[in-house]
């Protein structure tokens, strides 16, 4: 009887399916908040997941765009003559910087787009 008590705890740990490994789940709570605050109503800001707008694209897609870097993501930030008409609101240098490094920590070298 002491036997298969002891086994139940491992076959229900068995069960569980492990959860996918991101930076993301390290990054900064304030700048997810932000991300989410700024930019969650039309992108997916999460390590996993398709954006509420069809139109905009997800934050692990453009984070894992072929040749992005953290310059050329704050250059464009920073420039909101870059930001479609849609999105009709203002970056403060800090909050760029934030933004960046969130977005940074969706980076992933087995990233593959969910559609």
Known sequence: MVLPLMVFPLLL??????????????????????????????????????????????????ANTRGLTRASLTTWLTDAHNYPADMDFYLDEAEVEQLVDYMMTLRREDYHPPY
């Open 13 to 62: 740990a068995a069960c569980q399916t492990a959860q996918p490994q991101s930076d993301a789940m390290q990054a900064d709570p304030e700048d997810r908040a932000l991300a989410e605050a700024a930019c969650g109503s039309c992108h997916s800001v999460e390590a996993y997941g398709l954006s509420p707008n069809a139109a905009a694209p997800e934050w692990p897609r453009i």
